[in-house]
C-alpha cells in the first residue's frame, strides 16, 4: 500500500507488511516513543529510533533491527527501552558499542556453542525426553553439520534455508516443521544474550516445502480386532516386544511412553503405572490404570530386567530400550502391515470404548488429551477409580473378542457399564 494511504497509528501488521517502497528511502512514524519504520527504495524494511544525546543534546537515528525478523512487539520495547536510557542520562549508542565490545568473544563463538547451552536450558525447563532426543538427533545429524562452526553472529537466513533443505531433501517434512521452531529457539536465546542483533530463522515457512495433510494412524474398527489379537498371540516377535504391544493395546499408552517404562514407574500391587511429566507430551504427570492382564504381563517379563531399570530393555548402551520402530514391527511380523500401528491402539481404543457407551471424559483422561483449568484438575482426580473399572472392562471385552465373543457375553459387558 502507500503510505499515503495509512489512516491511524499505531502501525498495524498488515501495513507494515505492505507498504510500498519509493524512489527515496522514506520514515514512518510508527506512533509510540519515537519509533519509525523506514522503507527502502529496494524494499527492505527496518526499525529506527529517533532520540536525544543526554550528553550533547544533540537528536540521533538508532537502528534497533531488521523487518519482519524484528516484529512491532519487540521494535517497541527496543523503543521503550531507548527512552528509558535517556531519561537516565545514558546514551544508548554508546551503551550498545560497550555491550557489543563486551559480548565479542560470545558474538565469534561458533553457532553449535549457543546451540548447546540452550539444549542445555530445555533439559533444565523439564522438556519432555522424547523432544529432547528428537532435538539432539536434529543438531548432530542436520544442524551441527551445516551451520555449527558458523560463528552466532555470522549466520545468515540462506544458512538457515540451507538447515531446513536438508530434512526437506529426505522430504523429513514433519521434522523440518519441528526443527524451524528449534531453530527460532535458539536465534531468540542467542538475541537475548546479545549475541547477533536479530533472528535470521524467523518466517522460514516462506520458502518451505509444503507438508502433506496429516492422516490418521492406520487403526482398526471392533469387527477386526478378533483376527488381530489371535495373530498378535502368533507374532514371532520376542517375548519383550510382544509384551510392550500387548501393553499398549491394553492401555491405550502412546508406544514412546511404553518404551521407556521404568520399572520405577510401575506399582504392580496397586495396578498404576505413573509416568512422569517429562516423558509426557503435555508435560505433566499421568496416572495409567493397568488392567490385570497387563499385569501379568509385566510379571511375566520382571525376570529379564536389567540395571538399566527399563522394563523394556534394549540391547547395548546405544539402545536402553526396544527401538521406536519395535512395536510396528511386531504388528508387522502379525500380518497387519500399513493396517495397524501403535499409535493407532489409541484411535481403536476411544472409538470401541466411546461406541459402547463409556464417557468421552473418561477415555480423554485415559489418553491424557489436554484439559485446562479447574477442570482438567478435577478430572485428574475424580476419574481415576472410574478408569480402572473402564480399562478392566476393555481388557475383559478384548479377551472376549479374541476367543470369540458370544451374543449372551455381549449383552453382560453393556450390562457392566450400565452400573457404573
Keep these: 500500500m502507500k503510505r499515503t494511504a495509512i489512516k491511524r497509528r499505531p502501525l498495524a501488521d498488515t501495513v507494515l507488511a505492505s507498504l510500498e517502497p519509493e524512489a527515496k528511502e522514506y520514515r514512518e512514524a510508527y506512533g509510540v516513543d519515537r519509533l519509525y519504520f523506514v522503507v527502502s527504495p529496494s524494499g527492505r524494511k527496518r526499525w529506527e529510533v529517533r532520540y536525544k544525546n543526554p550528553e550533547t543534546g544533540r537528536w540521533g537515528w538508532m537502528g534497533v533491527g531488521g523487518y519482519p525478523d524484528?516484529?512491532?512487539?519487540?521494535?517497541?520495547?527496543?523503543?521503550?527501552?531507548?527512552?528509558?536510557?535517556?531519561?537516565?542520562?545514558?546514551?544508548?549508542?554508546?551503551?550498545?558499542?560497550?555491550?557489543?565490545?563486551?559480548?565479542?568473544?560470545?558474538?565469534?563463538?561458533?553457532?553449535?556453542?549457543?546451540?548447546?547451552?540452550?539444549?542445555?536450558?530445555?533439559?533444565?525447563?523439564?522438556?519432555?525426553?522424547?523432544?529432547?532426543?528428537?532435538?539432539?538427533?536434529?543438531?548432530?545429524?542436520?544442524?551441527?553439520?551445516?551451520?555449527?562452526?558458523?560463528?552466532?553472529?555470522?549466520?545468515?537466513?540462506?544458512?538457515?534455508?540451507?538447515?531446513?533443505?536438508?530434512?526437506?531433501?529426505?522430504?523429513?517434512?514433519?521434522?523440518?516443521?519441528?526443527?524451524?521452531?528449534?531453530?527460532?529457539?535458539?536465534?531468540?536465546?542467542?538475541?537475548?544474550?546479545?549475541?547477533?542483533?536479530?533472528?535470521?530463522?524467523?518466517?522460514?515457512?516462506?520458502?518451505?516445502?509444503?507438508?502433506?495433510?496429516?492422516?490418521?494412524?492406520?487403526?482398526?474398527?471392533?469387527?477386526?480386532?478378533?483376527?488381530?489379537?489371535?495373530?498378535?498371540?502368533?507374532?514371532?516377535?520376542?517375548?519383550?516386544?510382544?509384551?510392550?504391544?500387548?501393553?499398549?493395546?491394553?492401555?491405550?499408552?502412546?508406544?514412546?511412553?511404553?518404551?521407556?517404562?521404568?520399572?520405577?514407574?510401575?506399582?504392580?500391587?496397586?495396578?498404576?503405572?505413573h509416568i512422569p511429566a517429562g516423558k509426557m507430551k503435555a508435560r505433566r504427570d499421568h496416572l495409567v490404570p493397568l488392567p490385570k492382564q497387563a499385569i501379568d504381563g509385566l510379571r511375566q517379563v520382571r525376570p529379564l530386567a536389567t540395571r538399566s531399570g527399563y522394563v523394556f530393555p534394549g540391547r547395548g548402551s546405544k539402545s536402553p530400550v526396544v527401538s521406536h520402530s519395535a512395536i510396528n514391527n511386531c504388528i508387522d511380523l502379525a500380518g497387519y502391515q500399513g493396517r495397524m500401528t501403535g499409535h493407532g491402539a489409541r484411535h481403536t481404543a476411544t472409538t470401541l470404548l466411546t461406541e459402547h457407551g463409556w464417557p468421552e471424559r473418561w477415555t480423554d483422561m485415559q489418553l491424557s488429551h489436554k484439559k485446562v483449568g479447574v477442570r482438567g484438575v478435577y478430572d485428574k482426580a475424580a476419574y481415576l477409580e472410574k478408569r480402572k473399572l473402564m480399562m478392566q472392562w476393555y481388557a475383559d471385552y478384548l479377551d472376549a473378542l479374541e476367543r470369540g465373543i458370544t451374543e449372551e457375553e455381549v449383552e453382560d459387558f453393556q450390562s457392566r457399564i450400565r452400573l457404573m
Aim: proline share 5%; glycine share 6%; hydrophobic share 40%.
Design 70 to 273: 524484528k516484529s512491532a512487539r519487540l521494535a517497541r520495547d527496543s523503543a521503550k527501552a531507548i527512552a528509558d536510557d535517556v531519561s537516565n542520562g545514558i546514551d544508548p549508542l554508546e551503551k550498545r558499542r560497550q555491550e557489543k565490545a563486551s559480548h565479542r568473544p560470545d558474538r565469534m563463538a561458533n553457532w553449535s556453542v549457543t546451540a548447546e547451552e540452550w539444549y542445555s536450558h530445555c533439559e533444565s525447563e523439564g522438556i519432555a525426553h522424547n523432544t529432547l532426543r528428537g532435538i539432539r538427533s536434529w543438531l548432530d545429524n542436520d544442524a551441527y553439520p551445516t551451520i555449527g562452526r558458523i560463528p552466532i553472529s555470522k549466520v545468515t537466513r540462506a544458512d538457515c534455508v540451507r538447515v531446513q533443505q536438508r530434512l526437506e531433501d529426505r522430504n523429513a517434512l514433519s521434522r523440518a516443521i519441528k526443527a524451524r521452531g528449534w531453530l527460532n529457539g535458539i536465534f531468540r536465546y542467542a538475541v537475548a544474550l546479545g549475541r547477533c542483533d536479530s533472528n535470521p530463522a524467523a518466517d522460514l515457512t516462506s520458502v518451505a516445502k509444503r507438508a502433506p495433510e496429516s492422516t490418521p494412524y492406520a487403526h482398526l474398527l471392533e469387527s477386526e480386532l478378533p483376527g488381530f489379537l489371535r495373530a498378535m498371540n502368533g507374532s514371532p516377535s520376542g517375548l519383550l516386544v510382544k509384551t510392550a504391544a500387548r501393553i499398549n493395546v491394553l492401555t491405550a499408552s502412546r508406544p514412546g511412553n511404553v518404551r521407556w517404562m521404568h520399572w520405577d514407574e510401575v506399582n504392580l500391587d496397586k495396578a498404576l503405572w
